[in-house]
């Protein structure tokens, strides 16, 4: 079972500490994420309390360039949104070069 599946099935069920803490060994023993492991790490981002772990990732994803489109994007922008935080997720999406119709639900909703 790679570490992917892993990582989206704890997000998938609520059990974001223990996506974190996977995703963390998985990076420590030099396995590099990539942008369908960080949109599995940021569904684990849910609620207040998890919104300075989100921004974490956001910039990982920045920094270390992750190949990105539309699904991540949007991830990152749902990410804000269920953390509380409508300013991070206006400015995602006011950089994004296009929307979809799960950008513009992400930010209506």
Known sequence: VSWT???????RYGNGKEA???FGQMQQEGVKPNK???????NACAGPEALALGKQVH???????VESDLVLWNAVINMYV???????ACMVFDR????DVL??????A
């Open 5 to 11: 599946v892993m990582i989206a099935a704890y997000a």
């Open 82 to 88: 269920k953390c509380g935080s409508m300013d991070d």
């Open 36 to 42: 369908v492991t960080f949109i599995g790490i940021l």
């Open 59 to 65: 910039a990982q994803i920045v920094n270390k360039r």
């Open 103 to 108: 950008s513009w639900t992400a930010m209506i």
């Open 96 to 99: 994004m070069p296009k929307h």
């Open 20 to 22: 974190f803490k996977l």
